[in-house]
């Protein structure tokens, strides 16, 4: 057994090298054009005729390459779905991308059109404007495209398609069918999503599912990701006198429902950032092995403090993935009368502080929110949904107006999943480095809901550098990454699970 590993990871290498000097560089030119030619076509959800012009631009590619597609109809903008003729006796894989992509203020670009791709070099601190004529003699890994989606998401896509070309000229048998869903409304939270999934769940129906979407780990190496936080949010009003006061009048008698606000916020947490709600991280175990996990992801917490520029982290967690394995409790902004130049020498009438509340799957959302409003409640408030009445200001002489926002969960797939092992082993063996395993990242994707209906072992497999400004100007994808994300497709659909 040990033996055959060894013949067949020499054999891998061999792969590897050849791969590297020729072949992929022939496939990641033609990637390029492909990304181009894809990213002129505008793809901002807003606008169903863009997403109509995508649609056409995937059918045809996706056909060309012997996939069968169609276009799924859900209660708003349709679904790409694409698949390769299917064989009882394989395990099938199901890709997650998205061919949407943010909005674009073309005057904070560095380029007079976000969907005309412009390739640059980095030249010290600058960018500097490359001939794309320059890619045919050699191709320079470290230069970069420019344009919308050229990383979120479209450059996944068009990478998916060239490892298929890849694949093909080297007449490999795939170990496994193939279904693509691609989503045109990822950027405006997926709505559609998860009842599309109960429409179409025969259709879907997959072993796992592998969704290519946002970067690397910023150290650049292959990387994992097992899963990501949910959310919520609560808004809490604190009330003093119904209309402002003149300080001079009323300060020393009329309540300050600033105090009040900052006094019960004051007790939620120690000094350190932990959450003293009773009940709050209940549930959450951290062995040895998964605290192994989290250790070997190579941050750097003095990095992070020295770039957000803080002395000291708070210390729910020892380090910053451990941090991410519990729920949070942030204040996203305070508010009461007015500040600034503009600031009064009033009593204000309001204090109101927005929340949020990431969540891992051992918090549930409306669990956490009613610990808080308990909590809340055992500070001595009187709890109201909306605008407290006369009598109710005249009863209660501590009032809170208590709103709360939707649940998003969080999503996690066990880190001793079989088919996580099958491509960490096979990410490991295609790039002969370390592959960074993430837990549960800290953002939430709007997909959850989906991934949490199809109950089918997700992992998030990205594909596009750490820096590439997706949802903001200049957004842009690193040529190596390409090559970096065909070998992967690659490695992936070329590698029996065991
Ligand atoms: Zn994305």
Redesign the pocket.
Known sequence: MKKLYFVSLFFLSIWGFSQDSTAIKSQVRHSIDELVDFVKIPNDALNADDIDANLIWLRDKFNNRGFNTSILETENLPLFFAALPMDDSKPTILFYM?LDGQSVDPSKWDQPNPYETVLKSKDGDQWKTESFSDLNDDINYDWRLFGRSTS??KGPIVMFLNAIDLLKKNNIALPFNVKVILDSE??KSSKPLPQAVKQYRELLKADFLVIN??PVHPSGKPTIIYGCRGITTLSLTTFGPIKPQHSGHYGNYAPNPGFQLAQLLANMKDKEGRVLIPGYYDGINLNEATQAVLKSVPDSDELISEKLQFKTAEKVGAFYQEALQYPSLNIRGLGSGWIGEKARTIVPATATVELDLRLVPESDGTRLKNLVKNYITSEGFYITNDLPTAKERLEHDKIVMFKEGSVTDAFRTDLNNPNGDFLVKTLKSTFQDDVVQIRIMGGTVPISPFINELKIPAFIVPMVNADNN?HSPNENLKIGQIAYGIQTFYAILSTPLN
């Open positions: 998205h979120d998401d990822e950027e979407d946002g997706q």
